[in-house]
């Protein structure tokens, strides 16, 4: 049984996460034995954010944690974990993130929209560091 508190539609990667759970429990239970690098490659042909989501299981401090990730989802580097305070804020209807992130690109590319330095956020992810202000420009 899974109890999911991730809301699809939200941009959490909540679909994401269902179909990075579903490989990993068929894997598990067909005996399959294949290893994550497979998995994760079978996960971006649903979603590009799906491999961030299969990885190997862990408890406590050796489980999947957050990560920096490059290319099309496919390069994924663990980081350490932060902590800090978040503030959520989901919208009562789903919004497909293709939608979403293209309209943050035309937004930018209009002058209209704010603009995050890639290598702040990838240095301050990798430090473990919550703080927002400094991925800014």
């Known amino acids: 049984m899974l109890t999911k508190r ?7 990667g909540g679909g994401s996460a269902d179909a990075g759970a579903t490989l990993l ?7 399959l034995g294949l290893g994550v690098d497979v998995l994760q490659t079978l996960g971006a042909t649903l979603g590009s954010d799906v491999p961030f989501f299969v990885d190997t299981p862990g408890t406590g401090s050796d489980a999947p ?11 994924i ?16 209807f ?5 939608s979403v992130y293209r309209a943050f690109d035309e ?7 704010g603009t995050l330095k890639a290598e702040r956020i990838e ?15």
């Open 107 to 113: 937004a930018v590319a209009a002058g209209h929209g």
């Open 77 to 92: 580097e663990r980081t350490l974990r932060a902590a800090g305070e978040l503030v959520l804020m989901v919208p009562a």
């Open 123 to 137: 240095t301050l992810a990798r430090r473990g560091t919550v703080d927002p202000s400094a991925a800014l420009e």
């Open 25 to 31: 429990a068929v894997n598990q239970a067909w005996g």
């Open 65 to 75: 944690g957050p990560a920096v990730v490059g290319g099309f989802g496919e390069a």
């Open 6 to 12: 991730i809301p699809t539609g939200a941009g959490l």
């Open 94 to 98: 789903g919004c497909a993130t293709g």
